[in-house]
C-alpha cells in the first residue's frame, strides 16, 4: 500500500505546480502591496480587510477590463477560424499550455501594472520631462474622432514595441526570454500571450516610460475602439491563411507575423512590428510574404510543452551563459 503515494508523486508534475504557485504568489504579493481599495475617507480597518478591498479592488478592475474575457473569447474565436481556413497542419499544437499559461501571465500583468507606473513616473520625475509633444484632442463624441484616437495611440505603441521587440531578437540577454514566445512550434491564436513574466518586467524601461516622457496620449473614450489594437494582435498570431498581397506594408496579417515566427533561417529577425509594417519598412527588417508562404514556426532544439519549462526557460538559459562567460574568462 505504501507505494502508490510513491508512484503518485513520480506521475505529479511537482515543476509545473511549483510554476503555478510562483506566478500566483508574485501576482498575490503585487495586489497586495499596490491595489488599494480602500475608500481614503473611511478609517482604515484591519490589515485583513485591506487585503481583502485590494482583491475585491484587482479582480473587479480585471473584469471590468473584459482581460481574461477577451482571452477566452479570442480564442474560441481562433479555433473557429483556425479550424476553417488553416494556414497549415499542426497536429502539436500546446494550446492546453498556452491557455493557462496566458491566463496566470495576464492576472500577473494587471498585479504589477501600478508598479510598472510608478516606476515611469518616478524615471520621467527625476528626469524632468513628461509629455513633450501633446497628442491629445477633444473627441466631441465623434466615432471618427474616438477611431483617430485609436489610431494615434496605436501608431505611438508599436514604434516603441518595434525597438523594444527588435532588441529581444538581437540583444542575447533579452532574447533568452523571448525565446518562450518564439518557441511554439503551432503557431496559433494562443501564442499571443505565451510570453515570459520577465518581459513584461521590462516594459516600463523600453515603453512606457519613453512613451509617457514624450507623448500626451488621447483619452479612451469608447473602450471597445480602444481595445482593437488588443484583438487584433490575437488575429495575427491565429493560424489562418489570410494575407493582404499588396497591402502587406499597411497593416499586419497573420501571415506576415507568421513569417516573424518562421523557422526558416532567411525569415529571422524580419517583421517584428506587431501592427503597422511600414516601420519595419522604414528600418529595414520587412519582408514581403510570397503568395501561399506560411512556413512552419519554433527555434531549432527548443521545445516547452509544460508549466515547468515555460517558467523555467529563461533562467536556465542565463545558467548557461554565465557557465560559458566564467570558463572563458578561466582560459
Not at 518616478?122 to 524632468?128: D, K, N, P, S
Not at 463624441?141 to 521587440?165: C, R
Amino acid at each position: 500500500m505504501l507505494a502508490q503515494p510513491r508512484n503518485l508523486a513520480r506521475r505529479l508534475p511537482w515543476g509545473s505546480i511549483a510554476a503555478v504557485f510562483a506566478l500566483l504568489a508574485m501576482s498575490a504579493l503585487a495586489i497586495g502591496f499596490s491595489w488599494n481599495g480602500v475608500d481614503p475617507d473611511e478609517p482604515a480597518g484591519s490589515l485583513s480587510d485591506q487585503l481583502f478591498s485590494s482583491f475585491a479592488d484587482f479582480f473587479g478592475n480585471l473584469y471590468d477590463d473584459f482581460t481574461l474575457q477577451i482571452l477566452f473569447g479570442m480564442a474560441l474565436l481562433g479555433f473557429a477560424l483556425e479550424r476553417l481556413i488553416p494556414a497549415r497542419e499542426q497536429p502539436g499544437s500546446n494550446r492546453f499550455l498556452n491557455i493557462p499559461y496566458s491566463a496566470l501571465v495576464l492576472v500577473f500583468v494587471g498585479a504589477i501594472f501600478p508598479f510598472q507606473m510608478a516606476i515611469a513616473e518616478a524615471i520621467t520625475g527625476w528626469l524632468g520631462i513628461h509629455n513633450i509633444f501633446d497628442l491629445n484632442f477633444d473627441i466631441h463624441g465623434s466615432i471618427a474622432l474616438v477611431v483617430l484616437a485609436m489610431l494615434v495611440e496605436a501608431l505611438v505603441t508599436d514604434f516603441f514595441f518595434y525597438w523594444f521587440h527588435r532588441c529581444q531578437h538581437t540583444v542575447s540577454v533579452l532574447w533568452q526570454a523571448h525565446m518562450l514566445h518564439h518557441s511554439d512550434m503551432a503557431l496559433n491564436v494562443t501564442t499571443t500571450h505565451r510570453v515570459h513574466f520577465v518581459e513584461h518586467l521590462l516594459t516600463p524601461f523600453f515603453m512606457i516610460t519613453p512613451i509617457m516622457l514624450l507623448f500626451e496620449l488621447p483619452d479612451r473614450t469608447i473602450y471597445w475602439i480602444a481595445l482593437t489594437p488588443t484583438v487584433w494582435s490575437y488575429i495575427v498570431h491565429a493560424n489562418i491563411r489570410v494575407g493582404f498581397g499588396r497591402f502587406w506594408w499597411l497593416l499586419s496579417s497573420p501571415q506576415y507575423h507568421r513569417i516573424h515566427h518562421s523557422i526558416r533561417a532567411e525569415h529571422r529577425n524580419k517583421n517584428f512590428a506587431v501592427w503597422f509594417p511600414f516601420y519595419d519598412v522604414m528600418f529595414g527588417t520587412a519582408w514581403r510574404p510570397r503568395p501561399g508562404e506560411f512556413p512552419e514556426t519554433g527555434i531549432d532544439g527548443i521545445e516547452v510543452s509544460n508549466m515547468s519549462d515555460a517558467f523555467m526557460l529563461p533562467f536556465t538559459r542565463w545558467w548557461e551563459m554565465g557557465k560559458s562567460l566564467g570558463k572563458k574568462a578561466r582560459i
